[in-house]
């Protein structure tokens, strides 16, 4: 089964400049940025020497031949200009456009940022570059109406305006947003956002957006709020907008551990209202991964409101950048994530190497379906920013990629060097079984898998033990087992490599109780829908005689349950001698 089409192309400047200038230095206002053409297929980049003129230097060429997908544009490490915030549409007449802007030191997102679109003519096979627009930042691109718009900032971080641009051509020539009249939605700066996509539903069109007006800094400083107009108002005049209230964060949340959320999702939930679903992340030593936020939004668009008991849902990848879609074929709803498989040792907002395909039926839910690319290096490499439509029974998505070019790389995965296509095939047949690496295959440690009677444990990175006094706690360790209470003692556990972050899944064969030990005390794990057993604690033997707490949880023939890990000893499963 082809998951995406991989096609080895060199790449011409978008804007006019010669190859060589992109890869050594870069004049101030020149722009790096490369989309492909027709000039590899010829065997070379650089156009040949005529007779007589003088020999010029070699200039590094770079190797696109390993990079997943269709490589749309590249733009190399030493440049200073990196590739940040893909989209994608399918015009009414099979044209596919997709779009990036510039980030990175030598950039101009700090003043007046600079995106660029592309055209396809063959579903996606071979790209053109199509436009260069000045003054747009972080913006989505969709079809409406006869038009192509693109609504994002006209700038980086509390230096942008929120705008609008329209282009009645295809995608070759843009508004300008100049007032309230042509695109400049609000007067004052500091807004915030991602290619996020738009949704029409009662007669209006929808698009979450933040603000940046509480100061802190990143995260701390974003207010989620959503924006809405009548389907068939002109979308540049800034009259015809509604926004909601904007809510800020509460650092308490999330046991103290959250740090913002923002580049939210505006999606029709099951029960036809609007919701803005948007991406989590917490602080820097917390270990807190897959959490996104709920906020639900009135008819009338103006009030928007978070429960602290409810908004927060379980969804693998939600510390980066996503997005969702209702497809009313499955009745069901799609998203392309970034979740930390196998790295949880890490920041989840820093893991990116694996890009999966996840399915939900009401929003609260959800599946990993596929995992559709994966590169076993979280540093360097990174498939990330997904955006993506339906395209038939496929996925067509642009992806903000960082990876091997032969030139140096990514500086590193969050500065991508590149604007990749890919196509997913008859995505929604897809399974685990059709991944490109097993999910079980992905991290640290051996693969794993024992039968303890009520429940099968599988994973990677553990034995199973007997607890008792005097036992090893810790297969990296010599540390050992102490007071361990009589109830516990002949118990079988998940014994793990401290520090290590295994990955442990209990899979229920008959209703039980499932038993978690954990020290609390390393307070990066999340705990919550487990039941603390206040009298079951017991220790080792490291320097500080650590504690381990336990926890219950009642569980159903059938369910699977992850056990949480994050901190320094994980979750340790305990389970009950076999009757």
Known sequence: MKRSIPVTLAIACSAGFSFAFAVAAVAEGDSPIFATNERVREGRSTPPRKSGQSPVAATPQPDHSRVPGVVVAHSPQASGIYIGSPGIVILPDGTYLAKHDEFGPRSTERSSAVSHVYRSTDRGRSWEHLARVDGLFWANIFHHRGAVYMMGTSAGHTRGHCVIRR????????????????????????????????????????????????????????????????????????????????????????????????????????DGRIVNI?????????????????????????????????????????????????????????????????????????????????????????????????????????????????????????????YDDGIGGARRGHDANYLTFHRFENVRELTLADSVVHPDDIGPGRPAKADLGAVVVEGRGFTVETLRNGAVSFANRKYIWEDVPEKLAGWRYTQTAGGANPRVRATVKRDTVLYLATATCQPTIDTRGWAPEPELTFGYTDGGRTRMEVFRRAVRAGEQVELPQGNWTGGVLLAPPEE
Request: include cysteine.
């Open 167 to 270: 282009s009645t051509d295809g995608g070759r020539t843009w508004t300008t947003a100049e007032d309230e009249n042509t695109g400049l939605l609000f007067p004052d700066i500091s807004y915030h956002t991602a290619p996020m996509p738009v949704v029409i539903h009662n007669g209006r069109i929808w698009r979450a957006m933040e603000d940046e007006k509480t100061g802190g800094g990143w995260g701390h400083s974003f207010r989620a709020f959503m924006m809405s107009a009548p389907a068939d108002a002109d979308l540049l005049a800034a009259s015809n907008w509604t926004s909601s209230n904007a809510i800020s964060r509460d650092p308490d949340w999330l046991g103290g551990q959250f740090r913002g959320r923002l580049e939210g999702n505006a999606v029709v939930d099951p």
């Open 278 to 402: 948007l991406r989590v992340n917490v602080e820097g030593p917390s270990r807190i991964a897959g959490k996104a936020a709920l906020v639900r939004v009135s008819d009338d668009g103006q009030t928007a409101t978070f429960d602290t008991g409810t908004g927060f849902i379980d969804l693998p990848g939600a510390a980066k950048k996503f997005t969702i879609r209702y497809d009313p074929k499955s009745k069901a709803y799609w998203a392309l994530t970034n979740p930390v498989m196998g790295h949880t040792e890490l920041n989840a907002g820093s893991v990116r190497n694996t890009l999966a395909l996840l399915r939900s039926e009401d929003l609260m839910t959800w599946e990993k379906r596929c995992i559709l690319l994966h590169h076993p290096d979280v540093v360097y490499h990174a498939f990330q920013y997904p955006d993506w439509v339906f395209d038939g029974d496929d996925i067509a998505a642009a992806i903000r990629t960082a």
